[in-house]
């Protein structure tokens, strides 16, 4: 399987997280393998199942998101003493003392296309209207996320287009970026519709393995490709706690929960937590 892979290696062990960050900086994208022990793999689809699909009802070409997974899950937290994972989170902060940022669980079903290319990046709106206008303003890789099933063109996972982590990015060769900004389109394309498709300049199907994380940067435009399986994935984000968000949002019930059951070791990262409340739009603009 050659098509739509790197010339160069995106491929790095949890002991060599210099050369995983040179990558990430170079390609704007990297993995790192073995983060997360198989049994936790396989414990996290059953989290996911039992709070996205408890009831498995799940249609074929659809999908679920739960936009505060940490808050549910007690696998997640393990990571937490878990070295190769500290490790990881040193390489993206620093020394930093950091907080919960965000965290979400994906449930996909067979049958699904390929989503839109775009980056989660917000820091382009200049008026936040919804909570990851307010939230996606870092620059902190928003892609530290678990393909559980792993990641692979034949069966799903992510596709990124490389070196689209620059500022300055203006979209692939023979596109250009949607009005919006936060997608691309062929030039000559007649409306402002994303594209959808593998067969860009500069993308790259990323084949992982269940365990790895996929890490790619805040401006890093990615699309899920189709998916030919019943498919988990999840992300768990932090932040620096010098990055304080003023939330306009009150924090979520199940946000106060998590505080209430979590283990004291765990609680320094929930000081700045802000939970997510995706009904919230801005009244002003
Ligand atoms: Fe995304």
């Known amino acids: 399987m050659t098509l739509f ?3 160069y290696n995106i491929y790095f062990d949890s002991s060599d997280l210099t050369s995983a960050s040179n990558c990430l900086s170079k390609y704007g994208y990297c993995v790192i393998k073995s983060v997360m ?7 996290l689809k059953l989290e996911i199942d039992e709070v996205i699909d408890p009831s498995g009802n799940l249609p074929n070409a659809s999908n679920r998101y739960h936009m505060m997974f940490a808050e549910e899950s007690r696998v997640l937290w393990r990571l937490m003493d878990h070295s190769p994972y500290l490790n990881f989170l040193k390489m993206i902060h620093g020394n930093d003392s950091i907080c919960l940022h965000r965290s979400a669980a994906i449930l996909r079903s067979s049958g699904e296309g390929m989503g839109n290319w775009h980056k989660d990046h917000r820091g382009h709106i200049t008026y936040p209207k919804t909570a990851n206008d307010i939230l996606n303003r870092l620059s902190i890789p928003s892609g530290c996320w678990f393909y559980l099933n792993g990641s692979h063109p034949d069966r799903s996972g992510i596709a990124v287009i490389e070196k689209s982590h ?4 203006k979209g692939p060769e023979g596109y250009q970026l949607t009005a919006e900004g ?3 389109r062929p030039i000559d394309a007649t409306d402002d519709s994303a594209c959808n498709w593998m067969d860009v300049p500069g ?4 084949c992982s393995e269940p365990g790895d994380i996929i890490c790619f940067a805040s401006r890093t435009f990615h699309a899920n490709m189709a998916t030919n399986e019943r498919r988990y994935s999840c992300g768990f984000g932090f932040r620096s706690k010098k990055d304080r968000i003023k939330a306009p949002w009150s924090l979520p019930l199940t946000s106060k929960a998590l505080t209430a059951r979590l283990d004291f070791k765990y609680q320094t990262y929930l000081d700045g937590y802000t939970g997510f409340d995706g009904s919230w739009t801005s009244v002003t603009n």
Request: charge should be negative; include cysteine; aromatic fraction near 20%.
């Open 166 to 169: 620059f500022e300055d990015w």
């Open 203 to 206: 993308c790259i199907a990323i």
């Open 37 to 43: 022990p198989l049994t936790w793999v396989e414990e």
């Open 182 to 184: 936060s997608s691309f």
């Open 5 to 7: 892979q790197p010339d």
